[in-house]
């Protein structure tokens, strides 16, 4: 069974930096292109980052170019989400999702990202 | 972006009734490969979404064939015939054609 748990989300000052994480487990994870997604609160979906099966290349949305990095790590099964100068407007609920032939096919519960003073 | 454009907002609906979700496109989803990358998701109250159809027409592992999908170039359809209690929540539809991947706003499906 196909199983993604991120970690990592809390309460952070505007300006700030936090790091998600996201373990998968019951699939080879290196066999997956994956990706973030968000959703801000009682709002819609939103696509924000993308990586490579070996994390060689990587995809953001425009509004977090240059502040926020995907990486993976394929020894652990992992994939990360360094965010930096973080807004209020990054406050979501991120999701961790695999991302195969075009479609976000499985998704994590979701990890709570809150940008404020 | 790809505007992605949904109705209605809210539709009501009364249980083993049919209902119909449209998906509008403010471009052709039509990728240079020749497929169309247009999906949909269901996402339950207090849970993450989950895939039910994949470009366009093609359930996911586990999807009943109450759901169907259909449509082309920038109109699409998600319908759903027979509702059951486990089918509420709010419904989107996803193209990944063009980067960035947008999702429509959403359509949540609730009884009537």
Redesign the interface.
Known sequence: EVQLAESGGGLVQPGRSLKLSCAASGFTFSDYYMAWVRQAPTKGLEWVASISYDGGSTYYRDSVKGRFTISRDNAKSSLYLQMDSLRSEDTATYYCTTWGSHWFAYWGQGTLVTVSS | DVLMTQTPVSLPVSLGGQVSISCRSSQSLV?SDG?T?L?W?L?KPG?????LI??VSNR?SGVPDRFSGSGSGTDFTLKISRVEPEDLGVY?C?Q??H????????TKLELK
């Open positions: 990728h497929n990358y999906h998701y996402q849970q993450s979404p989950q895939l994949y470009r996911f989107y996803l990944s054609t980067f960035p991947y947008t999702f429509g706003a959403g």
